[in-house]
């Protein structure tokens, strides 16, 4: 029995890594101050022509880089167009984010319900044998293990280097990172290409892994790009507590699953849907505090009480770098 | 002046030319000869009356959601969350037919009030996220989007559950209301003259009120700089609020009329991406609300028109949106590039 549980949430952990990708991705292209808001359609065009690409060639290597390929060249527009053009970040990010969808739709039309290459397990000698993490960790398929290579990496890159440090200072106050030598709009570019390079890992994590092929519309991944967009914000633009989000919502969706027969009035499309609540539902409790009416409220509890409460709050809170998505001119 | 107007025509038909370039590029791609395809579209759209009246359907409800979004858009909201509000409106709008269509009320009282009830449905959903966006800090663009796949939960469940027809539920919707609770159509077609009117309607009501009104100036005000417009003595909130009860109002009068007059059931679905569209005519038209009407029947056109593309070509009828997508793309990058170099100049 413990043995089943294991293997699930081994299966969790392997399924987060798409959003986990994703998440960490939108992570840095925002602490550099661009929102990049056209994740879901980025995500939906690489896992078709990242499906695509392997397919062609039965090289998945290759199926992955071109996935890095389209979420940066998707990623290369947002940049253009609010950097040197100047127009709304959101506005162009959103009707990215339909362009690729409909892209991925139309173009993947010959490769529905191919049989392509999958990635294969690849358990690490000695450490598989380790008990309980052994299984849960060491068990894994390349793509796994670079999701967790890749939460250590971006968080030592933004929080412990010193090009990590502007970075945050491009984001954060980019007049003052300005005036210490960064090259402000160079950097955006390059951080916004960089983390559309990792989220377009994303969606050949589905379609060479976690749910191999393409299905056209019944691939079932609209709308993993929204939640992973909602998951930067729970996650405080930080890739741990961004990490812990992706991994809490594979659970939920595994549980989902698992509680799925011991529910039959429920239609299956209903459970599926559970996330999003819950995405507002924690975005709200991430943003709450910062509300007029919660300070009032706050302000005429007693003091015990308050102490708990602003704690618990803030522990939640998470403010999203100062300069997100305004541009920047060097005068 | 008068040489600005020029410039600005010829980057929107440059804009307009690369997306054409770019769409017709992809459809070689794609392996699909693009003239034909291109060839098929229009008479998919206009070969016969019978397509005609197709696109005059889909031009109803994208000019309602085009109109409601204007006035989100005119207070600063991304107001994603209308596809839910046209889902709700149509749920709510079934919802009322359901509850009067076993008595003895008239069949017109009982249409109007099936249309009424779409309008609150997706008003109160627009409310929903307009509080968490006001008393949750919750931004609209994920409020609402959580909302649209709430929304969609919704129908299914009924689809399936309480509301399923006899026998088996299906996704085919409800079991379809008797014929005298229908919108009246032109004879052998789903297209309601009511429903035109109330969409042309609607769209003249939102030009006025953003063109002509104190009420829109401060609107306008409020979507500019918040921060001013309070300081001037605007009710900020209330004024954003409005906007989206107003914006939900149109979407569930979209939804009411799909289940009144096209459907005449609840259907899985039955928002169809008009909400989206809607997105995508404002921002092409730049938020004017005088181009809203030819725009949007330029869209509904590409819409219908590309469904025989995939009949003939077999290619996806997704192109539609490509080609409506870039379009939009390019015209905002269009008007980067053009303040750009005017200012150089």
Known sequence: MDNVILIGLAGVLAAAAPVLFAVVGETITERAGVINLSLNGTILLSAMSGFAAAYKTQSLLVGFLVGMLVGAIVAFVVAFGSIALRQSQVAIGFVLALTARDLAYFLGVPYMNVPGPTLPGLPLPLLKDIPVLGTL????????????????????????????????????????????????????????????????????????????????????????????????????????????????????????????????????????????????????????????????????????????AVKALRAMRASPPAALGTTFERD | MKKNIWINLGFQAGA?????????????????????????????????????????????????????????????????????QMTLGAIFATWGLRLFQDTNVSPALIIAIGLLFGMAGGALWAALAGALKTFGGVNEIFGGLGLNFVATALTIYLVFGPWKRPGVGS????????????????????????????????????????????????????????????????????????????????????????????????????????????????????????????????????NVGSIQLQIVHKMDSSFAGVLQDLLVLLILLGQGARERLLKKA
């Open chain 1, 137 to 308: 960790f060491f068990r894994q398929n390349a793509i796994t293990y670079l999701s967790f290579l890749l939460i250590l990496a971006a968080w030592i890159w933004l929080f412990r280097t010193r090009p990590g440090l502007m970075l945050q200072g491009v984001g954060e106050r980019p007049a003052a990172a300005f005036v210490r030598g960064a090259n402000v709009n160079r950097l955006r570019y390059l951080y916004t290409i960089i983390g559309g390079a990792i989220a377009g890992l994303a969606g050949p994590a589905y379609t060479l892994s976690i749910k191999p092929g393409w299905m056209g519309t019944q691939t079932g991944l609209d709308g993993v790009g929204w939640i992973a967009l909602a998951i930067t914000i729970f996650g405080g633009w930080n890739p741990w507590r961004g990490a812990l989000g992706a991994y809490l919502f594979a659970l939920l969706q595994w549980l989902g699953l698992v509680l799925q027969p011991n529910l039959p009035n429920i239609p299956s499309q209903v459970l599926q849907v559970a996330p999003f609540p819950l995405m507002i539902l924690t975005l709200l409790l991430v943003n709450v505090g910062d509300a007029e009416w919660v300070q009032r409220w706050l302000a005429s509890m007693p003091d015990k009480t308050r102490r708990l």
């Open chain 2, 16 to 84: 307009f030319l690369l997306a054409l370039l770019i769409t017709t590029l992809i459809l070689i791609f794609a392996g699909a000869p693009p003239l034909k395809a291109y060839g098929s579209i229009l008479s998919g759209a206009f070969g016969s009356q019978k397509n005609l009246i197709a696109v005059l359907i889909s031009w109803s409800p994208l000019l309602l959601t085009t109109a409601g979004v204007l006035i989100t858009f005119a207070a600063g909201l991304w107001n994603i969350g209308i596809e839910g």
């Open chain 2, 171 to 302: 996704m085919s919707g409800t079991k379809p209301f008797d014929e005298k609770l229908w919108l009246s159509t032109l004879p052998g077609t789903a297209l309601s003259p009511w429903g035109i009117g109330l969409s042309i309607l609607a769209v003249i009501v939102v030009f006025i009120l953003l063109r002509g009104t104190y009420f829109g100036l401060k609107l306008k005000a409020v979507g500019k700089n918040m921060r001013s417009a309070f300081m001037l003595g605007v009710p900020t909130w209330q004024y954003s609020m409005f906007a989206f009860l107003l914006c939900g109002a149109f979407a569930g009068l979209a939804g009411a009329i799909q289940v009144e007059a096209v459907y005449h059931r609840l259907l899985p679905n039955i928002s169809n991406g008009y909400g989206f569209l809607g997105l995508l005519v404002a921002m092409l038209i730049n938020y004017q609300a005088i181009w809203v009407i030819p725009i949007a029947f330029f869209f509904a056109a590409l």
